[in-house]
């Protein structure tokens, strides 16, 4: 299978290049023939999206022999439009169109889309109010990289015209998202089905085995709350993941024994690669302490090692860090000692 031209793309439009109802190429021919007689029946026509940064025209539905069917501009059509560009803006389209249609269909409440912020420099992606406008909760679909402080940033002028936001993030690698697992214990997530346009939300937290994971429930599962949004079943969701957690921790073949030093690497990237830069600091300082009396000969590598997997495996904030662990001391030593205590006290 060629790779696609520039130019070409598997998203598009119906009926005006404003329009916000996103359609996906069939990736079977015949079922991509079958779309584009449906539209040429109904007098309908693609186009390029101007919501996502497109240029607006026209485009055909290509659905020949040789390639998987795709969305074609006119030869003379200029558009700066990537692929990535592309594929993550038409999906915060479909997604903010979903989450919509399920409000507005299954409450009384009202969406918005794409309302200007009080400074005018930024839009929220939905803002859900009832009808006497007294109560606002923005919803805000986070798909692309994002750090907690401009994540909080943004939150902050949102909430000059709202009561409640609530991030949704597509990936659970971004930033923002970390940090509120870290802050709250959880995030939430959403992703959509292109082709079918089924929606899922999901909360992103520790749920078992020290490890983070998502449990995902369809829309029809989740119900709108003036602080956000609910899903009754938590509790089963929670422990659906437990259980997915201690399987795959299970079935995770036994690692060969870990040095003192692996693990401190290992957690010092992994701190630094997705806490900010303060709550990294403090985690930092604690297996720091723990890594050099090992080297000193201060502490036994073994107790070192058993620390820093209780470390690993720990799923408090980093203020109870800082408080339990970190406390008033100042030198290593003292952190260890303290660490030490509260290890043996919690393992009791
Ligand atoms: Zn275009």
Known sequence: MSTMRRHDTIY??????????????PAEKYAARRMRSEAQESRTSFFCSIAVGGCGSKLKLAAGDMRIPYFSHAPQAVCDLSDATARDGYTHLA????????????????????????????????VVRDAEDTHRLGLEI?????THAEMQRRSNIYLKCMNHVQWLYGHEEIQACRSQVERGGYAFRVRIDMETKE????????HGGGSLQTAWRPLRDWIVR????????IKSVLEEAKAKAEIEHASKPKPPPETYQSIYTGLSEEYGSVL???????????????????????LDESTAVE????????TKHSAWWRRQ?????????????????????QKQ
């Open 12 to 25: 598009a439009v119906v009926g005006s290049p404003e329009a916000r109802d996103v359609v996906t190429a």
């Open 276 to 298: 900010t830069a303060e709550y990294a600091a403090v985690r930092e300082r604690v297996i720091a302490a723990i890594y050099r009396s090992a080297r000193k000969g201060q």
């Open 325 to 345: 662990l970190l406390g008033p001391g100042r030198k290593g030593p003292e952190i260890v000692i303290r660490v030490l205590e509260v290890y043996r006290s």
């Open 226 to 233: 003036r602080n956000g949004l609910y899903s009754p079943s």
């Open 199 to 206: 929606c899922d939300l999901g909360y992103f937290g520790f």
């Open 142 to 146: 986070q798909l692309s990289p994002l």
């Open 95 to 126: 997604i903010q169109e979903e989450l919509k249609r399920w409000i507005e269909g299954t409450t009384s409440l009202r969406c918005d889309l794409e309302v200007a912020t009080s400074d005018r420099k930024g839009r929220s992606d939905l």
């Open 307 to 314: 620390l820093l997997v209780w470390l690993r495996d720990l």
